[in-house]
């Protein structure tokens, strides 16, 4: 008898995840509570809604790591990407997508499929029984939201991301910069060098701080009301506080001794630590803004330190429910606490149209291949996949989980080639050939 794999919300992950399991062989039903129930953001009622923006970015698959994604995608017999190629706009290097016809297609595709069928209502409670894929988005409904609280405790249920910037490691002057935990606080050595520290004069902390109060700021969207707390105020909402707010609070330079001036106490200091187990990446702590991202990029190299800085992720404040996956998900991308459940898309800690979608294709194989009784391993390190997918179920801080983008910081380094911005085209150009060739293997086992 055919399997039934039920798929809750059928955005960018949960259409994906639908068309990759009904083409493995299973019977699937799409839970979407659209147009019954809205959200403030979604128009219409079809699947697979772009909310904002009509780009999937880069379409790179050599330099660039969402270019990357699409590939894997397309190789994959991705119907998010099919659609997105035949609703194409011209858009330089990025895919641009006419929104509508887009989605509609997604639809009316998912829709004909034999062993699909779309059932329009919200769903509010955890099944206990059967086969799910949890695919609700950043803008999970109310109800659904409370029974997953219920079930993975409050703290691992996050309703607003507050995104401090990713720095590439090899990109900051370790010439000013030095590594000390502040009080060097840790019983080993690592622990009491676990922050980056980049110091600066008071003329420089001034001058930074007009910086963030002149800066353009993004507004909220409509019905996303700034429901920020104290505990994470964007950083130019605590200088309008006071100019002293930011030493006192994420800048405050007491307990650090600069270890390249040790006679010269900074007046503040902007402290980065280790976003991911690589130690590639590295999070501006306490720096979750709501400044343009044209804007962060200027007031950030101010840093002394980060002036030639290279960002993998800008910050950010949004309204976003996701789950903290690296201690609820195992690798399959199933819930630790009830394995007949998988997560997938934004819900999971990934960020973005490209990356939601990815997550739902994983999401979408891994499950039926399991269902139909021949479990697959997940996705290989080395491929984009892979190396996200690794991210938000072990990689990253469980502690201080924010959702991420696909980018090269994720990747293992590759051996023998040179670090730093020199290196950069041949590295990228290494990444890429060795994420194809892990992913067609991957893809091969399962032909
Ligand atoms: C305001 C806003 C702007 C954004 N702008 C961009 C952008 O410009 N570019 C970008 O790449 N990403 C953007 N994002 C992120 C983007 O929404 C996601 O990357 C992508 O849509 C996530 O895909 P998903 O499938 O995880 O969720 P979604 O595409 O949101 O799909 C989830 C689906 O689940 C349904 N659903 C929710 N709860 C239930 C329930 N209880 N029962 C049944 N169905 C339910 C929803 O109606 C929805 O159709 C934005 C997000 C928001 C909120």
Same mark, same amino acid.
């Given at each position: 008898m055919?399997?039934?794999l039920?798929?809750?919300?059928?955005g960018m992950a949960?259409?994906e995840a639908?068309?990759q399991?009904?083409n493995?062989?299973?019977?699937?039903?799409?839970?979407?509570m659209r /147009?019954k129930?809205e959200?403030? #953001?979604?128009?219409?009622g079809?699947?697979?809604?772009?909310?904002?923006?009509?780009s999937f970015?880069s379409?790179?698959?050599?330099?660039n790591?969402?270019?990357?994604?699409h590939w894997?995608?397309?190789?994959?017999?991705?119907?998010?990407?099919?659609?997105?190629?035949?609703?194409?706009?011209?858009?330089?290097? #990025?895919l641009?997508?006419?929104?509508?016809?887009f989605?509609?297609?997604?639809?009316?595709?998912?829709?004909?499929?034999?062993?699909i069928?779309?059932?329009?209502?919200?769903? %509010?409670e955890?099944?206990?029984?059967?086969?799910?894929?949890?695919?609700t988005?950043?803008?999970?409904?109310?109800?659904?939201?409370?029974a997953?609280q #219920?079930?993975?405790?409050a703290?691992?249920l996050a309703f607003?991301?507050?995104?401090?910037?990713?720095v590439?490691a090899?990109?900051?002057?370790m010439?000013?910069?030095?590594?000390?935990s502040?009080y060097?606080k840790g019983?080993?050595?690592?622990?009491?060098k676990a922050?980056?520290?980049?110091?600066?004069t008071k003329d420089?902390?001034e001058?930074?701080?007009d910086?963030?109060? #002149?800066a353009?700021?993004?507004?909220f969207h409509?019905? &996303?009301t700034?429901g920020?707390?104290?505990?994470c105020?964007p950083?130019e909402?605590?200088? &309008?506080r006071g100019?002293e707010?930011?030493?006192?609070?994420p800048?405050?330079?007491?307990?650090?001794?600069n270890a390249?001036? /040790?006679d010269?106490?900074?007046?503040?200091?902007v402290?980065?630590?280790?976003?991911?187990?690589?130690g590639?990446?590295?999070?501006i702590v306490?720096f979750? %803004?709501?400044m343009?991202?044209?804007a962060?990029t200027e007031v950030?190299k101010?840093?002394p330190g980060?002036e &030639?800085?290279?960002?993998?992720r800008?910050g950010?404040?949004h309204r976003?429910?996701f789950i903290n996956? /690296?201690t609820?998900l195992d690798d399959?991308?199933?819930l630790?606490?009830?394995p007949?459940?998988r997560?997938?898309?934004?819900i999971?800690?990934?960020?973005?149209?490209?990356?939601?979608?990815?997550?739902?294709?994983?999401a979408?194989?891994?499950?039926?291949?399991?269902?139909?009784?021949?479990p697959l391993p997940?996705? /290989?390190?080395?491929s984009?996949?892979?190396?996200?997918?690794h991210h938000i179920t072990?990689g990253?801080e469980?502690?201080t989980f924010?959702?991420?983008?696909?980018?090269f910081g994720?990747?293992?380094p590759?051996?023998g080639l040179?670090g730093?911005?020199?290196g950069?085209?041949d590295?990228?150009k290494?990444y890429?050939?060795?994420a194809? &060739?892990?992913w067609q293997n991957?893809?091969s086992t399962q032909s």
């Amino acid at each position: 008898m055919t399997q039934t794999l039920h798929i809750i919300g059928g955005g960018m992950a949960g259409s994906e995840a639908a068309w990759q399991a009904a083409n493995m062989g299973l019977n699937v039903v799409i839970h979407e509570m659209r /147009p019954k129930v809205e959200t403030f #953001a979604h128009r219409t009622g079809n699947l697979a809604e772009m909310v904002c923006s009509n780009s999937f970015r880069s379409d790179d698959s050599e330099q660039n790591a969402v270019g990357l994604l699409h590939w894997e995608m397309r190789a994959a017999n991705g119907l998010i990407m099919q659609m997105a190629d035949k609703h194409r706009l011209p858009a330089g290097g #990025a895919l641009a997508v006419d929104r509508d016809p887009f989605a509609q297609s997604v639809t009316d595709t998912l829709l004909a499929h034999p062993r699909i069928q779309v059932a329009y209502g919200e769903i %509010t409670e955890l099944p206990s029984e059967g086969h799910w894929i949890i695919a609700t988005g950043p803008l999970t409904s109310a109800g659904l939201g409370g029974a997953i609280q #219920a079930e993975t405790g409050a703290d691992a249920l996050a309703f607003f991301d507050a995104i401090a910037p990713i720095v590439y490691a090899d990109s900051i002057n370790m010439d000013i910069a030095w590594l000390q935990s502040r009080y060097d606080k840790g019983d080993t050595e690592e622990e009491q060098k676990a922050y980056l520290n980049c110091p600066m004069t008071k003329d420089q902390y001034e001058a930074f701080i007009d910086a963030l109060l #002149a800066a353009d700021k993004a507004e909220f969207h409509e019905g &996303e009301t700034a429901g920020y707390f104290d505990g994470c105020l964007p950083i130019e909402v605590m200088a &309008e506080r006071g100019r002293e707010t930011l030493r006192h609070g994420p800048m405050k330079p007491v307990g650090l001794t600069n270890a390249h001036d /040790p006679d010269n106490k900074p007046y503040a200091v902007v402290q980065l630590r280790r976003d991911n187990a690589l130690g590639t990446l590295l999070n501006i702590v306490g720096f979750q %803004t709501k400044m343009k991202y044209g804007a962060q990029t200027e007031v950030f190299k101010m840093i002394p330190g980060l002036e &030639e800085a290279s960002f993998a992720r800008l910050g950010g404040i949004h309204r976003n429910t996701f789950i903290n996956s /690296p201690t609820l998900l195992d690798d399959q991308m199933r819930l630790k606490s009830r394995p007949n459940i998988r997560f997938a898309g934004q819900i999971t800690g990934v960020e973005g149209y490209v990356e939601s979608a990815a997550m739902g294709l994983l999401a979408g194989r891994l499950a039926a291949a399991e269902i139909l009784g021949t479990p697959l391993p997940t996705a /290989p390190l080395n491929s984009a996949m892979g190396a996200l997918v690794h991210h938000i179920t072990g990689g990253a801080e469980a502690k201080t989980f924010q959702p991420m983008n696909v980018n090269f910081g994720l990747f293992q380094p590759v051996d023998g080639l040179k670090g730093g911005r020199r290196g950069r085209k041949d590295r990228y150009k290494a990444y890429t050939d060795r994420a194809k &060739e892990a992913w067609q293997n991957w893809l091969s086992t399962q032909s």
